[in-house]
């Protein structure tokens, strides 16, 4: 596809770019928007360092071409709140989840998505809705941050 522009909507503010149509979604917001939040993992579309909210869905962003992305609502850790105030990002801090960090911010969209659609959700829907892969381990402070996040902890 030939170079074009295209108009995204990201974190509720339009932007417009000019590059190829076929661009990652997450080149575009890294280089293009200047948003670093979203994080180049494995480039093969498993790790999940690279989420973002599609019109609400978590979705990995490696996966998603500009041109397919521009006529949806973008989602990124940032757009999250502007400081850190979200509860989900608050349970993450209160948690301490983190070790690395490299991870988190595709794990917390994952875990706002998840919050989204199962408000109070088991053990086994939060193993199910957090598919990121996160080398230091944290996923039992995932799942402790997400069920503080909805009020069962």
Same mark, same amino acid.
């Given at each position: 596809?030939?170079? @074009?522009?295209?108009?995204?909507?990201?974190?509720?503010?339009?932007?417009? =770019?000019?590059?190829?149509?076929?661009?990652?979604?997450? %080149?575009? #917001?890294? *280089?293009?928007?200047?948003?670093? @939040?979203?994080? /180049?993992?494995? @480039?093969?579309?498993?790790?999940?360092?690279?989420?973002?909210?599609?019109? @609400?869905?978590?979705?990995?962003?490696?996966?998603?071409?500009?041109?397919?992305?521009?006529? !949806?609502?973008?989602?990124?850790?940032?757009? #999250?709140?502007? *400081?850190?105030?979200?509860?989900?990002?608050?349970? %993450?801090?209160?948690?301490?989840?983190?070790?690395?960090? /490299?991870?988190?911010?595709?794990? =917390? #969209?994952?875990?706002?998505?998840?919050?989204?659609?199962?408000?109070?959700?088991?053990?086994q829907d939060i *193993?199910?809705?957090?598919?990121?892969?996160?080398?230091?381990?944290? /996923?039992?402070?995932? !799942?402790?941050? =997400?069920? !503080?996040?909805?009020?069962?902890?």
């Amino acid at each position: 596809m030939a170079t @074009g522009t295209f108009t995204l909507r990201v974190n509720g503010q339009t932007r417009t =770019i000019t590059t190829e149509g076929t661009m990652p979604l997450l %080149w575009a #917001l890294r *280089d293009e928007v200047g948003l670093t @939040g979203t994080k /180049y993992g494995c @480039g093969i579309i498993q790790c999940g360092a690279c989420h973002v909210l599609l019109n @609400g869905q978590v979705t990995k962003s490696c996966n998603v071409t500009v041109s397919s992305a521009a006529s !949806r609502e973008i989602t990124t850790i940032e757009g #999250l709140s502007p *400081d850190s105030s979200h509860p989900v990002q608050q349970a %993450w801090i209160a948690e301490q989840v983190p070790q690395c960090g /490299y991870c988190q911010s595709g794990a =917390i #969209l994952s875990a706002v998505a998840l919050l989204q659609r199962t408000p109070n959700p088991t053990d086994q829907d939060i *193993d199910l809705a957090i598919a990121n892969i996160c080398a230091c381990g944290t /996923y039992p402070r995932m !799942r402790a941050a =997400i069920k !503080r996040a909805a009020g069962l902890a």
